[in-house]
């Protein structure tokens, strides 16, 4: 506008404009050529969350996600394919892809450091997940100090990670595991048929760790503060755990939901790996009701990382919301 003011002609001063603004604007070009030439370094994947619980500290440890087609027929088999479709486009999710995270949690309690469930482990490590190891030691943690672990099945992805090398991978553990879930893998009619893999699992993984077991039933102590919650159904022996201090309470719901949209908005749908589905989805419903109504914090094993949210009672049915900064007060 001054040069305009003193004189100089308009095709002059829009000459000096255009001039000024490619002087001015050459090094912002180089600039941006320059940081374009950034390498591309990947999605990232976080290895851990930890949080306060009262006394206790929680570990939520990323041993991965598998990714598979789905989630139709794997969730709500006996559904039409397009009502899950429908489900999914509903809750911008895809239709033909399904994401299986998985959330082993270390809590501390100040005297013990207590692993529940081992991640997919060695058998299936690679393909983004079997990561357990790797996350605990970005976490702080080494194997050795493991004092307790705990199964909530015996799915491979929960047993996966018990030996490492033919050898127990948490070598200064003891073991505590539902007494009605280790009866029935161990169990000599679960070693043809369609059970077949999972027993001859249970004898290379869990079986030889025995001597080192305390076998639990419904409301029995694991250590101080965690006791058993009996949830079967999706597998006959599958259990729970309430964890509390100082007032503060969490669940660890374990398999009770696989899918955080499928499992709470349709918890009648079913899931592919669910024992017993009548009962899975029965105990899918009252201990998402428990939590619902006691508006208590829970860790899913299946839910996306970090895995810890609370269940929303709507209609008929449950929603799943993600904590957010519940634990940071
Ligand atoms: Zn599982």
Same mark, same amino acid.
Request: charged residues 20%; hydrophobic residues 40%.
């Given at each position: 506008?001054?040069?305009?003011?003193?004189?100089?002609?308009?095709?002059?001063?829009?000459?000096?404009?255009?001039?000024?603004?490619?002087?001015?604007?050459?090094?912002?070009?180089?600039?941006?050529?320059?940081?374009?030439?950034?390498?591309?370094?990947?999605?990232?994947?976080?290895?851990?969350?930890?949080?306060?619980?009262?006394?206790?500290?929680?570990?939520?440890?990323?041993?991965?996600?598998?990714?598979?087609?789905?989630?139709?027929?794997?969730?709500?088999?006996?559904?039409?394919?397009?009502?899950?479709?429908?489900?999914?486009?509903?809750?911008?999710?895809?239709?033909?892809?399904?994401?299986?995270?998985?959330?082993?949690?270390?809590?501390?309690?100040?005297?013990?450091?207590?692993?529940?469930?081992?991640?997919?482990?060695?058998?299936?490590?690679?393909?983004?997940?079997?990561?357990?190891?790797?996350?605990?030691?970005?976490?702080?943690?080494?194997?050795?100090?493991?004092?307790?672990?705990?199964?909530?099945?015996?799915? @491979? !992805?929960?047993?996966? $990670?018990?030996?490492?090398?033919? /050898?127990? *991978?948490?070598?200064?553990? =003891?073991? #505590?595991? +539902?007494?009605?879930?280790?009866?029935?893998?161990?169990?000599?009619?679960?070693?043809?048929?369609?059970?077949?893999?999972?027993?001859?699992?249970?004898?290379?993984?869990?079986?030889?760790?025995?001597?080192?077991?305390?076998?639990?039933?419904?409301?029995?102590?694991?250590?101080?503060?965690?006791?058993?919650?009996?949830?079967?159904?999706?597998?006959?022996?599958?259990?729970?755990?309430?964890?509390?201090?100082?007032?503060?309470?969490?669940?660890?719901?374990?398999?009770?939901?696989?899918?955080?949209?499928?499992?709470?908005?349709? @918890? !009648?749908?079913?899931? $592919?790996?669910?024992?017993?589905? /009548?009962? *899975?989805?029965?105990?899918? =419903?009252? #201990?998402? +009701?428990?939590?619902?109504?006691?508006?208590?914090?829970?860790?899913?094993?299946?839910?996306?990382?970090?895995?810890?949210?609370?269940?929303?009672?709507?209609?008929?049915?449950?929603?799943?919301?993600?904590?957010?900064?519940?634990?940071?007060?």
């Amino acid at each position: 506008m001054k040069m305009l003011e003193t004189g100089t002609t308009r095709r002059t001063a829009l000459k000096s404009l255009a001039f000024g603004a490619a002087v001015l604007s050459t090094p912002m070009i180089m600039n941006r050529a320059a940081h374009g030439k950034a390498d591309f370094l990947g999605a990232s994947v976080t290895d851990f969350h930890r949080f306060k619980l009262g006394g206790f500290e929680l570990t939520v440890l990323n041993d991965g996600i598998m990714v598979t087609d789905g989630p139709h027929p794997l969730f709500g088999g006996k559904q039409p394919s397009e009502s899950v479709a429908e489900l999914m486009r509903q809750n911008n999710l895809s239709t033909e892809k399904v994401a299986l995270p998985f959330s082993p949690v270390i809590l501390n309690t100040g005297t013990e450091l207590v692993l529940f469930d081992t991640g997919n482990g060695e058998s299936r490590r690679g393909g983004g997940v079997g990561r357990l190891g790797d996350a605990m030691q970005t976490a702080g943690y080494t194997p050795e100090q493991i004092d307790v672990v705990v199964i909530t099945h015996m799915h @491979p !992805d929960h047993i996966g $990670g018990l030996m490492e090398g033919g /050898a127990p *991978a948490f070598p200064n553990a =003891r073991y #505590v595991i +539902g007494e009605a879930e280790y009866a029935f893998w161990t169990d000599d009619a679960r070693a043809s048929g369609p059970t077949e893999g999972l027993y001859k699992m249970g004898q290379s993984l869990v079986v030889p760790l025995a001597e080192k077991m305390t076998f639990l039933k419904d409301g029995t102590d694991v250590v101080s503060g965690v006791a058993a919650l009996e949830a079967f159904g999706h597998t006959p022996g599958h259990l729970g755990y309430r964890i509390e201090s100082e007032g503060r309470q969490l669940v660890l719901t374990g398999d009770v939901a696989n899918h955080y949209v499928i499992g709470f908005q349709k @918890p !009648d749908w079913g899931f $592919g790996f669910d024992a017993d589905k /009548a009962l *899975a989805s029965a105990t899918r =419903r009252s #201990v998402l +009701g428990m939590l619902a109504a006691d508006r208590l914090p829970f860790v899913g094993y299946h839910m996306p990382f970090p895995s810890v949210g609370y269940v929303e009672p709507i209609n008929d049915a449950f929603r799943y919301v993600a904590e957010s900064y519940q634990f940071d007060l």
